[in-house]
Antibody, heavy 119, light 110 residues
Framework: QVQLVQSGSEVKKPGSSVKVSCKAS????????ITWVRQAPGQGLEWMGR????????NYAQKFQGRVTITADTSTRTAYMELSSLTSEDTALYYC????????????WGQGTLVTVSS | QSLLTQPPSVSAAPGQKVTISCSGS????????VSWYQQLPGTAPKLLIY???KRPSGIPDRFSGSKSGTSATLGITGLQTGDEADYYC???????????FGGGTKVTVL
């Protein structure tokens, strides 16, 4: 049974950074893809980027290039998403998800981490 | 503006059927598999359909998916009040080299 457990809510000041973790249990961690998706209040899902832990290879949505870093630690089965230069528009629920087998079919989701950016 | 276009809302009475369309292009739906997600209020999205028409274990056969060309469709039969949720299509875009989602469709059971 694959489970993804994310770190708790964060409140950040504009201009700062946030780092959210996603710990996996059950199943294989290294060879699957961990994707980060965010959802602003009342809005739809937005794909941010993904990583294949065993390859330590990440790719990002153009919108977030230069501002987001996704990493993974295979020894602790934990993935991380760090977003910098935060603005109020980054206030959202951030989800991690693991694929079924294609890399973009997100079969397992974390519970979400609320990041609030406020002065 | 999402690369994948979904209707903002659909509705039907209990027991009826609804279909949700997801329109894309050759860069995404036309050359990749489509997934569908259900998001109940206040919860994380849940995979309903993957590989265009496969259901994960535990998903009832009231939910079905299909794809033709650059469009995909989610069907829900025997509509129940518990099906009231937002539904999203998703796939990969070969030009962007990124995942993409539709804007979401709210299903209301009348």
């Amino acid at each position: 049974q694959v489970q993804l457990v994310q770190s708790g809510s964060e409140v950040k000041k504009p201009g700062s950074s946030v780092k959210v973790s996603c710990k996996a249990s059950g199943g294989t961690f290294s060879t699957y893809t961990i994707t980060w998706v965010r959802q602003a209040p009342g809005q739809g899902l937005e794909w941010m980027g993904r990583i294949i832990p065993t390859l330590n290879m990440a790719n990002y949505a153009q919108k977030f290039q230069g501002r987001v870093t996704i990493t993974a630690d295979t020894s602790t089965r934990t993935a991380y998403m760090e977003l910098s230069s935060l603005t109020s528009e980054d206030t959202a629920l951030y989800y991690c998800a693991r694929d079924v087998d294609k890399g973009y079919d997100l079969g397992y989701w974390g519970q979400g981490t609320l990041v609030t950016v406020s002065s | 503006q999402s690369l994948l276009t979904q209707p903002p809302s659909v509705s039907a009475a209990p027991g009826q059927k609804v279909t949700i369309s997801c329109s894309g292009s050759n860069s995404n739906i036309g050359n990749n598999y489509v997934s569908w997600y259900q998001q109940l209020p206040g919860t994380a999205p849940k995979l309903l359909i993957y590989d265009n028409n496969k259901r994960p274990s535990g998903i009832p056969d009231r939910f079905s998916g299909s794809k033709s060309g650059t469009s995909a469709t989610l069907g829900i039969t025997g509509l129940q009040t518990g099906d009231e949720a937002d539904y999203y299509c998703g796939t990969w875009d070969n030009t962007l080299r990124a995942g993409v989602f539709g804007g979401g469709t709210k299903v209301t059971v009348l």
